[in-house]
């Protein structure tokens, strides 16, 4: 056999190993993987930058389910609209986006809702995401949730309170709010944690609960 047919067979042999190898796809800015054997998929990362992002209900005939882990890590989107299929979504995923102000959800999902901007699971037991630049300079937390992580780097709060369900201040969860001035409702809080109020510089009504007995290291 001829030196170059072999160079040709090895090249085709390389091409058809990368194809059943790589499960990463790339299509309107989003990074895809393909999850629970072959039968959907979940966006683990951006390439493309935007404004406006709309998670979309398929890709590629099967449906999207899954925001992975810091999936938008780090986007300058305004704006998020999250579609129907959308079940999971991991830590991290709208960490430092900055700019984002509106987050909508498709009204047939059955794992996550939007109220006011603000997202929720579907029972609103968890505040998953309240947005950096979410307009608001007061916000309640629903009598219904019972564990949030959701403040960081917003720009515009100046007072939050909190229900009675809530036992422990989450790690970074007031991280950078520098406008922040007022967190009510912290009677039941037995622990605050790491960097839960790091760098809110204008933090000046602070009441420490009676059974706070544990507080993280830069809390």
């Given at each position: 056999?001829?030196?170059?047919?072999?160079?040709?067979?090895?090249?085709?042999?390389?091409?058809?190993?990368?194809?059943?190898?790589?499960?990463?796809y790339s299509e309107e800015g989003f990074i895809y993987n393909l999850i629970n054997d072959g039968k959907s998929y979940a966006i683990v990362g951006f390439e493309d930058d935007y404004y406006n992002r709309k998670i979309p209900?398929?890709?590629n005939g099967l449906p999207v389910t899954e925001l992975d882990t810091s999936?938008?890590?780090?986007s300058q989107?305004?704006?998020?609209?999250i579609g129907k299929n959308i079940e999971v979504m991991g830590w991290y995923v709208f960490s430092n986006c900055v700019n984002l102000k509106k987050i909508t959800?498709?009204?047939?999902?059955?794992s996550y809702i939007s109220k006011d901007n603000v997202l929720y699971n579907i029972d609103m037991t968890e505040l998953v995401c309240y947005p950096s630049s979410l307009n608001n300079k007061k916000y309640e937390l629903p009598s219904t949730v019972q564990s949030y992580f959701a403040f960081e780097n917003n720009k515009y709060l100046e007072e939050v309170t909190l229900n009675s369900n809530i036992t422990i201040i989450e790690g970074s969860c007031f991280y950078k709010a520098k406008n922040l001035k007022v967190v009510n409702?912290?009677?039941n809080v037995k622990e605050i944690t790491r960097y839960a109020f790091y760098n809110c510089e204008k933090l000046e009504d602070f009441t420490l609960p009676t059974n706070l007995s544990k507080i993280g290291s830069y809390a």
């Open positions: 056999m001829k030196k170059i047919e072999i160079i040709l067979i090895l090249f085709v042999m390389f091409l058809l190993v990368g194809c059943t190898t790589n499960t990463q209900d398929e890709y999936a938008l890590e780090n989107m305004e704006s998020i609209y959800v498709d009204k047939n999902n059955k409702g912290m009677e």
